[in-house]
C-alpha cells in the first residue's frame, strides 16, 4: 500500500526548546497508527505539524501525496497561502483533546459550519449529513443541544463527527480521552475503534496501551523529540528493544 | 454608626421546645447595624425628596411645559442619532484597530497601539475644538475649503467617533483575547478562512465579554455627546440651553434634559439584559 501520511526529518523548536530532533514516519492507507510516549516528548507537537497548525523548522510532510503548507521549487519550499493551506486541512481531520467545539452553536450548527462555507455545499444537504454521522456516533437526538449540556463523552462524539463531516482522507487524533472521565473513555474509544474497522487512515496520540494493542497497525513510541521504536503492537509492546520503551510501558501499563 | 454593632454576634436560637421533629429551630443573626443604616439612609431619601418637590425653585410646572415641546424633542432626535451614528461606527473603527492590535506584523501591531494611545490621551473637548478649527490646520483639501466640508454635526461625528474607537478597541481586544485559543485552532483545522473565524467564531463569544463595557460605553456616550454643545450643535442639551439663554429658567430646562437623558439610559440597561442574555446562548445555566 501507498504511504497516505510521509514524514522526513522533522525539526521543530519552540525558543530554545527542541521539540522534534528528527522524525522520519510514513503511514500506509487505511492504517492505524498510534503514537505513546511521555508528556513533552513531541508527539502532540508532531500531529499538529501534520495538518500545519504548528509550522515545520525543517524537513518535510506530505499527505496524500501533496506536500503540507508548502510548494516546492528546485531546492526550496515556499510557504502557500493561507486559503491553499486551508483547502488542504479540509482533508485532514483533526480532534483535540479538549473537544474544542463552538460553545455557541448547537451540536448540528457544529457540525454544518465547515461543510457549508468552505466546502459550500447546500445547508439541507449538509444537515442531513450531518444527521447521519451524529446517528453513528449515537447522539441522533443531540443534534439542537448546545455542546455545554452534554457529558465529556458526548461532546467528543460531536468533535469527531465534525472532523469527519469534511470527509477527510486522514483523521488524527490528539489524546481524544485525556480530559475524560475515566467512565467516559470507553464510548469515545468504541467511536474511534469503528471509524478503524471501517478502514480510515488515522494517527492516533494517546496513553491508553489497551486500545493501542487491540486497534493499531503500528505502534510508535516517542521520547525526547525522536522515535524510539515503531512496530506491531505485538512487538512494541509486548517485546520492547529499547530500554526507553521498557520502562515507559512498565510505569503505564 | 458605631462599628461594633455590624459584626453583631449570632443570637443563639432557642433550645427546642415541643415537638420539633427536625431539630432545633434555626434563626438567622440579627443584623442590628445594617437595619439603622437602612433606617437612616430612607430618612435621608425622604428628605431630600420632599425639598425637590416642595422647593418651588425646581419650576416643575416649566419643566412640564417644555418637556415635549418640539425644539427640546429635535434636541433629543439628534442625541440619540448621534449616539447610535458614533457608537457604530466607532465600534466598526474599533474592531478594525483590535484586529490590528493582534495582528502578528509589528508595523500593523504598532499603528494599532499608536492610534489608542494618541486619541485616548486626547481630551475629547480638545479633539473637538481641533477638528472645529481644521481650517486653520488645512485651510484647502482637494481644492474644496475645509470650513465648507465640515458642518458642527460633521465635526461631532467625526471627533466623537476617533474618541470612541479608540476606547472600542480595547474593549473588543479585551473580548477576542477571552476567547479560548482551541476554538482558533478548530475552525483553522475544519478549513475555515480568517473573516469567517473572526465572525462566526471568535467574535461571537467575545460578545460575552464585550457587551457589558460597551452597555457602560453606550451610556457613556449619549451622555457624553452634550459637550458637542460647545460647537454649537444642537442636541439635547444645547436645545434646552437655547431656550433658558432667552428665558432665564436655567434649572427647570436643565431638568428637562437631565430627565430625557434618565429615562434613555434606563430604557438602554434593559436592552442591555437582553443583549447580555442572547450571547450567554450555549453556557452552562442558559439556554
Redesign the interface.
Known amino acids: 500500500m501507498s504511504a497516505m501520511v510521509e514524514i522526513r526529518s522533522v525539526h521543530k523548536s519552540f525558543g530554545s526548546a527542541q521539540v522534534l530532533r528528527g522524525i522520519d514516519l510514513e503511514v500506509a492507507a487505511g492504517e492505524v497508527t498510534v503514537v505513546l510516549g511521555p508528556s513533552g516528548s513531541g508527539k502532540s507537537t508532531l500531529l499538529r505539524t501534520i495538518n500545519h497548525l504548528e509550522k515545520v523548522d525543517s524537513g518535510w510532510i506530505s499527505v496524500d501525496g501533496a506536500l503540507v503548507g508548502y510548494r516546492r521549487s528546485g531546492d526550496r519550499l515556499y510557504e502557500l497561502r493561507e486559503r491553499e493551506i486551508l483547502k488542504q486541512r479540509t482533508g485532514i481531520g483533526f480532534v483535540f483533546q479538549n473537544f474544542n467545539l463552538f460553545p455557541h452553536l448547537t451540536v448540528l450548527e457544529n457540525l454544518v459550519e465547515a461543510p457549508i462555507a468552505v466546502q459550500r455545499r447546500p445547508r439541507k444537504e449538509a444537515e442531513a449529513a450531518a444527521r447521519r454521522l451524529l446517528t453513528r456516533v449515537g447522539l441522533t437526538e443531540k443534534a439542537d443541544a448546545y455542546p455545554k449540556q452534554l457529558s465529556g463523552g458526548q461532546q467528543q462524539r460531536v468533535a469527531i463527527a465534525r472532523a469527519l463531516a469534511l470527509e477527510p482522507t486522514l483523521l488524527l487524533f490528539d489524546e481524544p480521552t485525556s480530559a475524560l472521565d475515566p467512565e467516559l473513555v470507553g464510548e469515545v474509544l468504541d467511536v474511534i475503534k469503528d471509524l478503524a474497522h471501517q478502514g480510515t487512515t488515522m494517527i492516533v496520540v494517546t496513553h491508553e496501551i489497551g486500545f493501542a494493542r487491540e486497534v493499531a497497525d503500528t505502534v510508535v513510541f516517542m521520547d525526547g523529540g525522536r522515535i524510539v521504536e515503531q512496530g506491531p503492537p505485538a512487538q512494541v509492546l509486548d517485546h520492547p528493544r529499547h530500554e526507553r520503551t521498557r520502562a515507559f510501558l512498565s510505569k503505564v501499563l | 454608626m458605631p462599628s461594633d454593632t455590624l459584626d453583631a454576634p449570632a443570637v443563639s436560637a432557642a433550645p427546642p421546645a415541643g415537638p420539633a421533629p427536625t431539630g432545633p429551630r434555626i434563626v438567622p443573626r440579627r443584623r442590628f447595624g445594617q437595619w439603622t443604616a437602612a433606617a437612616v439612609l430612607l430618612a435621608l431619601l425622604a428628605l431630600a425628596l420632599t425639598s425637590v418637590v416642595r422647593n418651588r425653585a425646581f419650576q416643575w410646572d416649566v419643566v412640564a411645559d417644555y418637556f415635549l415641546t418640539s425644539a427640546v424633542l429635535r434636541g433629543l432626535g439628534l442625541t440619540l442619532w448621534l449616539t447610535v451614528v458614533v457608537m457604530v461606527l466607532g465600534f466598526a473603527l474599533g474592531t478594525l484597530l483590535a484586529v490590528l492590535r493582534l495582528s502578528g506584523n509589528p508595523v500593523l501591531r504598532g499603528i494599532g497601539w499608536g492610534y489608542v494611545w494618541l486619541f485616548r490621551s486626547m481630551p475629547i473637548l480638545v479633539q473637538l475644538l481641533f477638528w472645529f478649527n481644521i481650517g486653520a490646520l488645512y485651510p484647502v483639501v482637494l481644492s474644496v475649503k475645509t470650513v465648507n466640508l465640515l458642518s458642527p454635526v460633521a465635526v461631532a461625528v467625526i471627533g466623537l467617533t476617533l474618541h470612541e474607537a479608540a476606547y472600542a478597541a480595547e474593549v473588543v481586544r479585551g473580548g477576542i483575547l477571552s476567547v ?1 485559543k ?2 482558533l ?10 473573516g ?1 473565524r473572526l465572525r ?2 471568535v467574535l ?2 467575545a460578545m460575552r465579554s464585550i457587551v457589558p463595557p460597551a452597555g457602560n460605553m453606550l451610556i457613556g456616550t449619549l451622555k457624553g455627546t452634550s459637550i458637542v454643545s460647545v460647537i454649537a450643535v444642537q442636541d439635547l442639551l444645547y436645545s434646552v440651553q437655547l431656550v433658558y439663554h432667552r428665558t432665564y429658567q436655567v434649572i427647570p430646562l436643565l431638568l428637562v434634559a437631565t430627565l430625557w437623558y434618565v429615562l434613555v439610559t434606563s430604557v438602554l440597561s434593559v436592552g442591555q439584559h437582553y443583549v447580555e442574555r442572547h ?1 450567554a ?4 445555566g442558559a ?1
Not at chain 2, 485552532?185 to 480568517?194: F, H, M, P, V
Not at chain 2, 446562548?281 to 452552562?284: F, H, N, P, S
Open positions: 479560548d482551541g476554538q485552532e478548530a475552525a483553522q483545522a475544519l478549513g475555515l478562512g480568517a469567517r462566526r467564531i461571537p463569544q450571547y446562548r450555549g453556557t452552562a439556554r
